[in-house]
Protein backbone atom coordinates (compact mmCIF):
# COMPACT_ATOMS: atom_id res chain seq x y z
CA UNK A 1 0.00 0.00 0.00
CA UNK A 2 0.92 3.58 -0.81
CA UNK A 3 2.40 5.70 2.39
CA UNK A 4 0.04 8.24 1.43
CA UNK A 5 -2.94 6.11 1.40
CA UNK A 6 -2.23 4.63 5.11
CA UNK A 7 -1.60 7.99 6.64
CA UNK A 8 -4.48 9.60 5.06
CA UNK A 9 -6.69 7.07 5.74
CA UNK A 10 -5.88 5.31 9.42
CA UNK A 11 -8.96 6.82 11.11
CA UNK A 12 -10.32 6.04 14.15
CA UNK A 13 -12.02 2.17 13.17
CA UNK A 14 -14.08 1.18 16.20
CA UNK A 15 -16.69 -0.83 14.48
CA UNK A 16 -15.34 -4.10 13.24
CA UNK A 17 -15.79 -7.90 12.72
CA UNK A 18 -15.20 -10.64 15.07
CA UNK A 19 -13.27 -12.28 12.84
CA UNK A 20 -9.78 -13.40 14.13
CA UNK A 21 -6.96 -11.28 13.13
CA UNK A 22 -3.90 -14.28 11.93
CA UNK A 23 -1.36 -14.67 14.04
CA UNK A 24 0.72 -13.76 11.38
CA UNK A 25 -0.97 -10.35 10.21
CA UNK A 26 -0.19 -9.56 14.38
CA UNK A 27 3.46 -10.28 13.99
CA UNK A 28 3.78 -7.83 11.20
CA UNK A 29 2.11 -5.10 13.13
CA UNK A 30 4.26 -5.89 16.69
CA UNK A 31 7.66 -5.67 14.02
CA UNK A 32 6.52 -2.35 12.51
CA UNK A 33 5.75 -0.60 16.21
CA UNK A 34 9.23 -1.94 16.82
CA UNK A 35 10.80 -0.26 14.15
CA UNK A 36 9.60 3.26 15.65
CA UNK A 37 11.52 6.00 16.58
CA UNK A 38 12.02 6.75 20.89
CA UNK A 39 13.98 8.76 22.54
CA UNK A 40 17.77 7.97 22.36
CA UNK A 41 16.79 4.57 20.85
CA UNK A 42 15.61 3.56 24.66
CA UNK A 43 13.23 1.51 23.44
CA UNK A 44 11.38 1.47 26.68
CA UNK A 45 8.21 -0.41 25.70
CA UNK A 46 6.62 -3.38 25.81
CA UNK A 47 3.31 -4.63 23.90
CA UNK A 48 0.48 -6.38 25.19
CA UNK A 49 -1.49 -8.46 22.59
CA UNK A 50 -4.78 -9.63 24.00
CA UNK A 51 -6.71 -12.07 21.50
CA UNK A 52 -8.19 -14.29 24.55
CA UNK A 53 -11.67 -13.74 24.83
CA UNK A 54 -12.02 -14.45 28.33
CA UNK A 55 -9.08 -11.49 28.94
CA UNK A 56 -11.09 -8.90 26.32
CA UNK A 57 -14.34 -8.98 27.93
CA UNK A 58 -12.70 -8.23 31.26
CA UNK A 59 -11.17 -5.38 29.60
CA UNK A 60 -14.30 -4.70 28.07
CA UNK A 61 -16.61 -4.43 31.87
CA UNK A 62 -13.76 -1.82 32.74
CA UNK A 63 -13.94 0.23 29.69
CA UNK A 64 -17.41 0.82 29.72
CA UNK A 65 -16.92 2.03 33.31
CA UNK A 66 -14.08 4.31 31.81
CA UNK A 67 -16.58 5.44 29.14
CA UNK A 68 -19.67 6.47 31.59
CA UNK A 69 -16.95 8.18 33.70
CA UNK A 70 -15.54 10.18 30.45
CA UNK A 71 -18.97 11.21 29.65
CA UNK A 72 -20.12 12.08 33.11
CA UNK A 73 -16.27 14.35 33.62
CA UNK A 74 -14.09 15.21 30.77
CA UNK A 75 -16.76 15.73 27.83
CA UNK A 76 -19.51 16.61 30.01
CA UNK A 77 -20.16 19.82 28.45
CA UNK A 78 -19.63 18.72 24.48
CA UNK A 79 -22.07 15.82 25.40
CA UNK A 80 -24.59 18.34 26.46
CA UNK A 81 -24.13 20.13 23.66
CA UNK A 82 -24.07 17.11 21.46
CA UNK A 83 -27.50 16.39 22.34
CA UNK A 84 -28.99 19.92 20.91
CA UNK A 85 -27.24 18.48 17.53
CA UNK A 86 -26.97 22.64 16.67
CA UNK A 87 -23.38 23.43 15.79
CA UNK A 88 -21.33 21.30 13.36
CA UNK A 89 -19.19 20.87 16.64
CA UNK A 90 -22.13 19.54 17.91
CA UNK A 91 -22.81 16.66 15.23
CA UNK A 92 -19.17 15.54 14.78
CA UNK A 93 -19.34 15.25 18.43
CA UNK A 94 -22.62 12.96 18.07
CA UNK A 95 -20.87 11.18 15.59
CA UNK A 96 -17.80 10.13 18.02
CA UNK A 97 -20.55 9.39 20.97
CA UNK A 98 -22.10 7.16 18.72
CA UNK A 99 -19.13 5.40 17.84
CA UNK A 100 -17.70 5.47 21.09
CA UNK A 101 -21.36 3.69 22.10
CA UNK A 102 -21.03 1.27 20.20
CA UNK A 103 -17.34 0.33 21.27
CA UNK A 104 -18.72 0.36 24.84
CA UNK A 105 -21.71 -2.13 23.56
CA UNK A 106 -19.55 -4.51 21.26
CA UNK A 107 -16.30 -4.64 23.05
CA UNK A 108 -16.37 -8.41 24.45
CA UNK A 109 -16.52 -8.81 20.47
CA UNK A 110 -13.19 -6.91 19.81
CA UNK A 111 -10.88 -9.98 18.25
CA UNK A 112 -7.19 -8.19 19.26
CA UNK A 113 -6.32 -5.53 21.94
CA UNK A 114 -2.88 -3.92 21.51
CA UNK A 115 -1.79 -2.51 24.38
CA UNK A 116 1.47 -0.52 24.63
CA UNK A 117 3.57 0.51 28.01
CA UNK A 118 6.54 2.94 28.79
CA UNK A 119 9.04 3.49 31.44
CA UNK A 120 11.43 6.22 32.20
CA UNK A 121 10.07 8.30 29.53
CA UNK A 122 10.33 11.83 30.62
CA UNK A 123 9.21 13.33 27.40
CA UNK A 124 6.11 11.04 27.34
CA UNK A 125 6.47 11.10 23.35
CA UNK A 126 8.58 8.09 22.82
CA UNK A 127 5.77 5.25 22.74
CA UNK A 128 3.04 7.25 20.14
CA UNK A 129 5.14 6.72 17.44
CA UNK A 130 5.42 3.34 18.08
CA UNK A 131 0.95 3.01 18.46
CA UNK A 132 1.00 5.38 15.34
CA UNK A 133 3.09 2.76 13.69
CA UNK A 134 1.15 -0.30 14.58
CA UNK A 135 -1.96 1.11 13.77
CA UNK A 136 -0.67 1.84 9.82
CA UNK A 137 0.82 -1.44 9.72
CA UNK A 138 -2.54 -2.94 10.86
CA UNK A 139 -4.13 -0.50 8.34
CA UNK A 140 -1.69 -1.78 5.38
CA UNK A 141 -2.94 -5.11 6.27
CA UNK A 142 -6.83 -3.85 6.04
CA UNK A 143 -7.01 -4.12 9.97
CA UNK A 144 -8.77 -1.29 11.12
CA UNK A 145 -7.74 0.28 14.52
CA UNK A 146 -8.66 2.78 17.44
CA UNK A 147 -6.59 4.16 19.90
CA UNK A 148 -7.92 4.67 23.55
CA UNK A 149 -6.72 6.08 26.76
CA UNK A 150 -9.59 6.05 28.64
CA UNK A 151 -8.65 2.94 30.50
CA UNK A 152 -6.39 4.82 32.65
CA UNK A 153 -9.71 5.76 34.71
CA UNK A 154 -9.41 2.40 35.68
CA UNK A 155 -5.23 1.73 35.40
CA UNK A 156 -4.94 -0.22 38.67
CA UNK A 157 -7.80 -3.02 37.44
CA UNK A 158 -6.24 -3.00 34.04
CA UNK A 159 -2.63 -3.94 34.99
CA UNK A 160 -4.59 -6.44 37.29
CA UNK A 161 -6.62 -8.43 34.77
CA UNK A 162 -3.05 -8.02 32.29
CA UNK A 163 -0.95 -9.16 35.46
CA UNK A 164 1.34 -6.65 34.90
CA UNK A 165 4.09 -6.09 37.56
CA UNK A 166 3.48 -2.46 39.31
CA UNK A 167 6.74 -2.44 41.29
CA UNK A 168 8.41 -2.07 37.47
CA UNK A 169 8.29 0.94 36.04
CA UNK A 170 5.70 0.17 33.51
CA UNK A 171 3.02 3.22 33.10
CA UNK A 172 0.23 1.97 30.39
CA UNK A 173 0.10 4.44 27.78
CA UNK A 174 -3.04 3.07 25.68
CA UNK A 175 -4.94 0.62 24.40
CA UNK A 176 -5.74 -0.23 20.44
CA UNK A 177 -8.55 -2.77 19.59
CA UNK A 178 -8.51 -3.57 16.01
CA UNK A 179 -10.17 -5.67 13.72
CA UNK A 180 -11.94 -5.97 10.56
CA UNK A 181 -13.72 -3.27 9.18
CA UNK A 182 -17.54 -3.21 9.29
CA UNK A 183 -17.44 -0.01 7.74
CA UNK A 184 -15.20 1.78 5.11
CA UNK A 185 -12.38 3.91 4.95
CA UNK A 186 -12.29 7.45 4.22
CA UNK A 187 -9.54 10.40 4.23
CA UNK A 188 -9.97 11.71 7.88
CA UNK A 189 -11.46 15.00 7.94
CA UNK A 190 -9.47 17.89 9.71
CA UNK A 191 -9.17 21.61 10.29
CA UNK A 192 -6.79 22.29 7.29
CA UNK A 193 -3.06 22.71 7.48
CA UNK A 194 -3.13 26.80 6.46
CA UNK A 195 -5.73 27.13 9.94
CA UNK A 196 -3.30 25.65 12.07
CA UNK A 197 0.62 25.84 10.81
CA UNK A 198 2.52 29.35 10.48
CA UNK A 199 5.52 30.01 8.56
CA UNK A 200 8.60 31.49 10.70
CA UNK A 201 7.04 33.04 13.06
CA UNK A 202 4.06 32.65 15.22
CA UNK A 203 0.68 33.82 13.88
CA UNK A 204 2.89 34.35 10.75
CA UNK A 205 0.28 32.80 8.25
CA UNK A 206 1.56 30.22 6.22
CA UNK A 207 1.26 31.93 2.48
CA UNK A 208 -1.14 29.15 1.10
CA UNK A 209 -4.24 27.78 1.59
CA UNK A 210 -4.85 23.40 1.09
CA UNK A 211 -8.62 23.75 0.83
CA UNK A 212 -8.83 19.90 -0.37
CA UNK A 213 -6.57 16.94 0.97
CA UNK A 214 -3.30 16.60 -1.32
CA UNK A 215 -3.90 12.85 -1.48
CA UNK A 216 -5.28 10.97 -3.78
C1 LIG B 1 -3.70 10.21 22.78
C2 LIG B 1 -5.06 9.78 22.23
C3 LIG B 1 -6.03 9.34 23.11
C4 LIG B 1 -7.26 8.91 22.63
N1 LIG B 1 -8.19 8.43 23.51
C5 LIG B 1 -9.35 7.96 23.05
C6 LIG B 1 -10.28 7.38 23.95
O1 LIG B 1 -10.05 7.30 25.16
N2 LIG B 1 -11.43 6.87 23.45
C7 LIG B 1 -11.70 6.91 22.10
O2 LIG B 1 -12.75 6.41 21.70
N3 LIG B 1 -10.85 7.47 21.22
C8 LIG B 1 -9.68 7.99 21.67
N4 LIG B 1 -8.77 8.51 20.78
C9 LIG B 1 -9.10 8.53 19.33
C10 LIG B 1 -9.61 9.91 18.88
O3 LIG B 1 -10.90 10.13 19.38
C11 LIG B 1 -9.60 9.94 17.35
O4 LIG B 1 -8.27 9.80 16.91
C12 LIG B 1 -10.17 11.24 16.80
O5 LIG B 1 -11.52 11.40 17.18
C13 LIG B 1 -10.08 11.31 15.28
O6 LIG B 1 -10.86 10.27 14.73
P1 LIG B 1 -10.88 10.01 13.16
O7 LIG B 1 -9.49 9.69 12.73
O8 LIG B 1 -11.82 8.86 12.94
O9 LIG B 1 -11.36 11.26 12.50
C14 LIG B 1 -7.55 8.95 21.24
C15 LIG B 1 -6.55 9.41 20.35
C16 LIG B 1 -5.32 9.81 20.83
C17 LIG B 1 -4.26 10.26 19.84
Not at 24 to 49: C, H, K, M, V, Y
Not at 129 to 147: F, N
Request: contains cysteine; charged residues 20%.
Amino acid sequence: MDVREALYTTRAMRRVKPDPVPEEIQLRILDAAIRAPSGGNSQGWRFLIVDDPEQVAKIGALYSDCIDMLWETVYKEQVAQASTGETPQAQQFSRIINSVTWAQKNFATYPLLLFAFDKFDTTGGSIFPAVWSAMLAARADGVGSSLTSVLLFKNDETLDVLDVPTDQGWRMACCVPMGYPLGKWATASRLPAHEVSYRNTWGTPLGAEINEPLWP
